[in-house]
């Protein structure tokens, strides 16, 4: 049974939600038949993967998934897929399809294009089609329409504004998301741009370019395509503090400007920082691709368990509540804060002392008959590295002195 509560419907730009949660564009919603299935398992919506023009070729490369590990699993999926092979007929007929099973969900489609001529034709097409949004993808390497080819339209404040107006003088009145990268030095200035063209908000912010690893048996990049690799964009886990970042910048610096947040969104704990960071729903990918649909169960109803407990009545509530602690590292309160063991849970195992003898400040030392660290109060100025090595929760304590 898939959770239905008030407390989880979620206004989007027009829409009402049943809950935060939307399938980005992806192979999770590619084929009809996948696509379908997400649906019917609860999600709110998709957007369906990028498409573009009949004439534009779309050669990918196999194998293009490669990853790599943390602690707990993967700490981050790398992929050097493209955009849809579905041309943009194909999927106006899945979106018709889509919108008769699915009225109630939200059926959005993300396009690109290098010519203002094929941006306004993808927009037209898709508005016959009854499409409910537009997502466009400005932080794919798009070729010429940037002032710089090969670069992201979205690394562009310039060619942001220019593009995003293009769309949305063809769009009127159907709501457009541009979907941005992270990997810009003023995020601030793109959403600008975006929120100056007329459209309605971000998808903020698309996977991290990078480089995923070398095998060291043969020394080649991964993922290796017959020998050879490029640049991944990097999902999952790992970039979650950007993803974070990105928004939050966005939601405090460009008021009115709607954010899908999307980027390493794993479980609904990362839901809840999302939100509340000033995403208005969040877009998952990487989850769904190595854990399935079904996880929206677990979504939905830990989301729903968390509101209630925190005594939040809604997901708009929830939204941006976080923003007014965020602050310039001048305005931060000094206190005066130090690490204390807590002896009862302290297993002896010796990483504090090693972490502050070599990373810190030589405030620790260790008592080798008895195993145990000893905290100098005076030595230490209560950084925190060693409560990033504790092997038991608790087992040390920063306290305010
Ligand atoms: C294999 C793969 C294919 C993707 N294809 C697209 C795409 O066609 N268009 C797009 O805008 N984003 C695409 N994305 C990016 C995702 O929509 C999403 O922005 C990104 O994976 C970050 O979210 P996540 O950490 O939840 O995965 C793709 C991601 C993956 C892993």
């Known amino acids: 049974m898939i959770l239905t509560s008030p407390r989880l419907k979620t206004p989007f730009l027009g829409f009402e939600l049943e809950n935060p949660f939307i399938l980005s564009a992806s192979p999770s919603t590619d084929e009809l038949s996948i696509a379908r299935r997400g649906l019917d398992a609860g999600w709110a919506g998709l957007v369906l993967k990028t498409t573009s023009l009949e004439t534009t070729s779309v050669d990918l490369a196999y194998p293009m998934m490669s990853s790599f590990a943390g602690e707990g699993g993967i700490a981050g999926m790398g992929n050097i897929d493209l955009i849809s092979a579905y041309h943009i007929n194909e999927v106006a007929e899945r979106v018709r399809i889509l919108k008769r099973e699915f009225p109630r969900k939200l059926v959005a489609a993300s396009i690109m294009s290098d010519s203002r001529e094929g941006w306004q034709s993808l927009v037209t097409i898709l508005k016959s089609a009854d499409v409910d949004l537009i997502e466009c993808s400005f932080s794919c390497p798009q070729g010429s329409v940037g002032e710089e080819p090969g670069k992201m339209l979205a690394q562009s404040v310039t060619a942001t504004e220019r593009v995003a107006g293009w769309v949305k003088d063809a769009a009127c009145d159907l709501p457009v998301l541009i979907k941005i990268t992270p990997q810009v030095s003023d995020i601030v200035a793109i959403a600008q741009a975006v929120q100056k063209a007329g459209c309605d908000g971000v998808t903020a912010s698309n996977s991290v370019p990078a480089l995923m690893g070398i095998a060291l048996d043969t020394l080649r990049p991964i993922p290796n395509v017959g020998g050879y690799s490029t640049y991944s964009g990097l999902t999952g886990p790992a970039i979650k503090p950007i993803t974070l970042r990105t928004v939050a910048e966005i939601a405090r610096h460009v008021p009115g400007l709607v954010i899908s947040g999307n980027g390493g969104i794993m479980n609904w704990r990362d839901s809840v920082e999302l939100l509340a960071v000033g995403a208005g729903n969040a877009q998952i990918c990487t989850a769904v691709m190595l854990h399935g649909f079904d996880i929206i169960r677990d979504l939905t109803s830990g989301l729903d368990n968390y509101l209630q407990d925190m005594r939040i009545n809604s997901v708009v509530d929830l939204i941006g509540i976080s923003l007014p602690y965020i602050?310039?590292?001048?305005?931060?309160?000094?206190?005066?804060?130090?690490?204390?063991?807590?002896?009862?849970?302290?297993?002896?195992?010796?990483?504090?002392?090693?972490?502050?003898?070599?990373?810190?400040?030589?405030?620790?030392?260790?008592?080798?008959?008895?195993?145990?660290?000893?905290?100098?109060?005076?030595?230490?100025?209560?950084?925190?590295?060693?409560?990033?090595?504790?092997?038991?929760?608790?087992?040390l304590e920063l306290r305010q002195v």
């Open 327 to 395: 602050a310039d590292h001048d305005s931060l309160p000094r206190q005066k804060v130090r690490s204390f063991v807590v002896e009862e849970k302290c297993i002896g195992c010796g990483r504090c002392y090693i972490a502050c003898r070599d990373g810190g400040h030589e405030a620790i030392s260790w008592e080798s008959e008895k195993r145990r660290p000893s905290i100098s109060i005076d030595k230490c100025v209560g950084c925190g590295l060693c409560l990033l090595t504790q092997p038991v929760a608790g087992c």
